[in-house]
């Protein structure tokens, strides 16, 4: 049925409109903003791609993602909410199995440890990198072939690990608010009309009451 198929090709078509029209933007973070505060992607940018991590402290804990002018766009990556806590910022996951935990890092050791309560970890953005630091340790990227992973070293050895980056989502900013538009001036009252003129009676012309006046003599 020619029209059943084209009602379909129809349908699909306006679902991938819609699922690119939900796919959010993470722009590449390159210099330290006055708040941190946000959602991102914690990204290792390799030779070919770019690598999104999905959450857990295990070996092959990322995901491949095209990076095209400094931006990332999809649906299914696993975030981090950054929120302000004295010191610094908590580093809150999103999605995956570890949602809602919390990470932190160990001092001396090399760990990515979730929990239920808020950790503090303090960010900079240094030779053009985002520098995450929880415990003395530093989140850095494994790139070993057998052993790529996400995870906070310690502060002795973190240098022999890659440089991570942070991307953005942009698309949760707040519009900005509309102008107020300008009063309406009030309209003005109307005049009052004026009573009209008696009219002047030419001489030699009697008037009605004149002619009732001489008809009832």
């Not at 129809?10 to 946000?38: C, H, Q, R």
């Not at 990556?77 to 806590?85: E, N, Q, R």
Request: aromatic residues 8%; negative net charge; contains cysteine.
């Amino acid at each position: 049925n020619k029209s059943l198929m084209k009602k379909f090709t129809l349908f699909l078509g306006a679902l991938l409109i819609s699922m690119v029209s939900m796919a959010a933007n993470y722009v590449k973070v390159t210099e330290a903003p006055a708040d941190w505060s946000g959602e991102y992607l914690l990204v290792y940018e390799g030779d070919t791609s770019a690598h999104v991590w999905t959450g857990v402290d295990a070996v092959n804990g990322n995901v491949e993602a095209t990076a095209t002018d400094g931006t990332i766009s999809g649906t299914d990556f696993v975030t981090i909410t950054l929120a302000p806590m004295e010191g610094g910022y908590s580093i809150k996951v999103n999605g995956g199995v570890n949602d809602g935990k919390y990470i932190s890092g160990k001092s001396g050791d090399n760990k990515l440890n979730f929990g239920t309560d808020a950790a503090l970890n303090t960010l900079a953005y240094e030779d053009g990198s985002v520098k995450i630091v929880s415990n003395t340790s530093v989140m850095r990227f494994n790139s070993a072939k057998d052993n790529m992973r996400f995870r906070y070293f310690k502060s002795s050895s973190y240098t022999g690990q890659k440089v991570v980056q942070l991307y953005k989502n942009t698309d949760g900013t707040t519009p900005e608010e509309p102008e107020n538009p300008d009063t309406p001036d009030t309209p003005e009252e109307p005049e009052t009309p004026t009573e009209p003129e008696t009219p002047t009676v030419p001489e030699g012309v009697i008037t009605c009451a004149e002619a009732v006046a001489i008809c009832q003599e």
